[in-house]
């Protein structure tokens, strides 16, 4: 027995010191931990198992001993990381890159934008202001020129409105309305001969008559009678016409009472008669011709019977031309 301590005690005491001599040599780390190493799990480990298998039934894997390195702990993100990494239930979280993500623009950009929006307002109404201005100015021009040319032609001319006269009136074609049946209507072809004395007492204006859409009619009691047209022709300065202007008509038929009037009134030596006419004029200026101006007239005449050589009884004319520089 003694003999077998001191060969344990020998080969037991190298053992021992390398062991003790290993743990010197490791250095010791905070938080280290000790378990019993398994078979393959280091040199030092195996050393051990191979020392108790040869010698010594106590030297056993059971008090071997292992060090490891302690895992670092994980670096915790910060509160708002951990936030956006777990989105609460029912979120969705949308990755988007960096260069697609647009700022909000900072709020002096709307105020920019009111200050120019406000100067482009002022510009414009500037604007039309400075056009509207330029319009009437050429407006106010142009009527001054205008006045100017009227005053300068009033005082040289010194224009001054034609005189007209209905001189005749011959009636033709209602002869026979005094032997027409009652029982049948009879149509009558009417036609009248109108004399007009034209007077023109301008030294230095002639007068242009245009015949293409002038208008003479003649009627009786507001029924029209007979129409025709203004002969055209040019009447100079300080010149007296006398000019016949043709009306006809035809398929005319009077009622019994107006066969009636008619033959009253011839009986009476007094038969009216209503005489309109239209005509356009140009003004000779020298060598200058004016622009055609409507000229009207009508005149209420009554002739003391229907015939050829009837005579006016009485005569009421008024004419209108549309020259603001008439003087009559």
Not at 1 to 20: R, V, W, Y
Not at 135 to 144: G, I, N, R
Not at 168 to 193: H, K, R, T, W
């Amino acid at each position: 027995m003694s003999g077998f301590e001191q060969k344990k005690s020998s080969t037991a005491t190298p053992e021992m010191i390398d062991s003790d001599a290993r743990l010197e040599e490791q250095p010791m780390v905070p938080h280290g931990r000790v378990h019993p190493a398994a078979t393959s799990s280091s040199d030092f480990s195996g050393e051990m198992n191979q020392s108790a298998a040869s010698s010594d039934p106590s030297s056993s894997p059971l008090y071997s001993f292992h060090f490891e390195k302690p895992i670092p702990p994980t670096a915790q993100p910060p509160p708002e990381a951990q936030q956006y990494q777990q989105p609460p239930p029912g979120t969705y979280v949308v990755q988007m890159p960096k260069d697609k993500v647009f700022r909000v623009p900072p709020p002096q950009n709307a105020h920019l934008f009111e200050h120019y929006t406000r100067r482009s307002k002022r510009r414009r109404s500037c604007s039309c202001f400075g056009v509207c201005s330029w319009l009437l100015f050429a407006l106010l021009a142009l009527a001054v020129v205008l006045a100017v040319f009227a005053a300068v032609i009033y005082l040289v001319f010194k224009p001054r409105q034609p005189d007209y006269t209905l001189v005749s009136l011959a009636v033709s074609g209602l002869g026979s309305i005094g032997n027409a049946s009652s029982s049948a209507p009879v149509a009558f072809s009417p036609e009248f001969d109108a004399t007009i004395r034209a007077d023109n007492p301008n030294g230095k204006i002639g007068v242009h008559y245009e015949g293409d859409g002038s208008h003479v009619a003649v009627s009786y009691g507001g029924v029209r009678l007979a129409d025709g047209a203004w002969p055209a022709l040019y009447q100079g300065p300080r010149n007296v016409t006398v000019l016949v202007a043709t009306a006809k008509g035809s398929g005319i038929r009077f009622s019994q009472s107006v066969r009636g009037e008619i033959v009253a009134a011839e009986r009476l030596r007094s038969v009216p008669f209503d005489v309109d006419i239209k005509v356009s004029v140009r003004l000779q200026l020298g060598d200058v011709k004016t622009w055609a101006v409507p000229m009207s007239a009508r005149c209420t005449v009554a002739v003391d019977r229907l015939a050829a050589g009837a005579k006016l009884v009485s005569k009421s004319c008024s004419v209108n031309v549309r020259f603001l520089f008439w003087k009559d």
